[in-house]
């Protein structure tokens, strides 16, 4: 399984990014998805997953209302929708794989992208 993260960049608060992740190397409807996030001198914490045989989400109480996860089954991509960004946002995002039914923990994960900086300027 190999993830290709990209998208991230300097944004000013309140603005929107849309993160992708290119997922290859298998097939995906047995999986989940998710998106982690690590700022400097803190632990990667959970940010979103989605189960792509059924598009079923969860998210961080942090990002809800304001980001969301989505897939695209033809494209082997998924995708985060970070809106209303905020300083607190400001992070390198992670895509994360783990094949199964549900994981919101990071230390489910087993194939884990290279992350993109996400970085929000006030």
């Known amino acids: 399984v190999q993830l290709q993260a990209s998208g991230g960049g300097l944004v000013q608060a309140g603005g929107s990014l849309r993160l992708s992740c290119a997922a290859s190397?298998?097939?995906?409807?047995?999986?989940?998805m998710g998106w982690f996030r690590q700022a400097p001198g803190k632990e990667r914490e959970f940010v979103a997953a989605?189960?792509?045989?059924?598009?079923?989400?969860a998210y961080a109480d942090s990002v809800k209302g304001r980001f969301t996860i989505s897939r695209d089954n033809a494209k082997n991509t998924m995708y985060l929708q970070v809106n209303n960004l905020v300083s607190d946002d400001t992070a390198v995002y992670y895509c994360?794989?783990?094949?199964?039914?549900?994981?919101?923990?990071?230390?489910?994960?087993?194939?884990w992208g290279q992350g993109t900086q996400v970085t929000v300027s006030s």
């Open positions: 190397g298998r097939t995906f409807s047995s999986y989940v």
């Open positions: 994360a794989a783990k094949e199964g039914a549900w994981f919101l923990k990071r230390i489910e994960y087993d194939h």
């Open positions: 989605i189960r792509w045989s059924d598009g079923a989400t």
